[in-house]
C-alpha cells in the first residue's frame, strides 16, 4: 500500500506563495506519474501539474508560469510551488502517484487545504 502525505497548505493574500510538499512511503526514483490534483468547492477534481517518467512535466493552463512541480528522490518527496498566488487557486490539492505503468491502481493523499483571500 502506498501512502502519501502532504503537508504546506494555509491562508495566503492574494499574491502570495505557498510550497507544498508530499512525502511517499515508496520511492519516487522511477515512478511513472506523480503530480499535484486541486479540488474547489463544487467542483470536479483536475490537474494542476504533474511529471512523468519521461522527465517531461504538465501543467494546466491556469497555472503555468505560476506554478512548479519538482522532487526530491533521496526524500522521495515531491513538490508544488505556488507563486502569484490568486482567489481562485483556492482548493484542496492532493498528491497522485500512479508507481508503474503497469498499476493497476493510482494512490492519493488525504489532501492538503490552499486558501487565498485577503
Known amino acids: 500500500q502506498v501512502q502519501l502525505v502532504e503537508s504546506g497548505g494555509g491562508l495566503v493574500q492574494p499574491g502570495g506563495s505557498l510550497r507544498l510538499s508530499c512525502a511517499a512511503s515508496?520511492?519516487?526514483?522511477?515512478?511513472?506519474?506523480m503530480g499535484w490534483y486541486c479540488q474547489a468547492p463544487g467542483k470536479q477534481r483536475e490537474l494542476a501539474a504533474r511529471?512523468?517518467?519521461?522527465?517531461?512535466?504538465n501543467y494546466a493552463d491556469s497555472v503555468k508560469g505560476r506554478f512548479t512541480v519538482s522532487r526530491d528522490n533521496a526524500k522521495n518527496t515531491v513538490y508544488l510551488q505556488m507563486n502569484s498566488l490568486k482567489p481562485e487557486d483556492t482548493a484542496v490539492y492532493y498528491c497522485?502517484?500512479?508507481?508503474?505503468?503497469?498499476?493497476?491502481?493510482?494512490?492519493w493523499g488525504q489532501g492538503t487545504q490552499v486558501t487565498v483571500s485577503s
Open positions: 497522485n502517484v500512479q508507481p508503474s505503468i503497469f498499476s493497476i491502481n493510482s494512490y
Open positions: 515508496i520511492s519516487i526514483f522511477n515512478v511513472y506519474v
Open positions: 511529471f512523468t517518467s519521461g522527465g517531461s512535466t
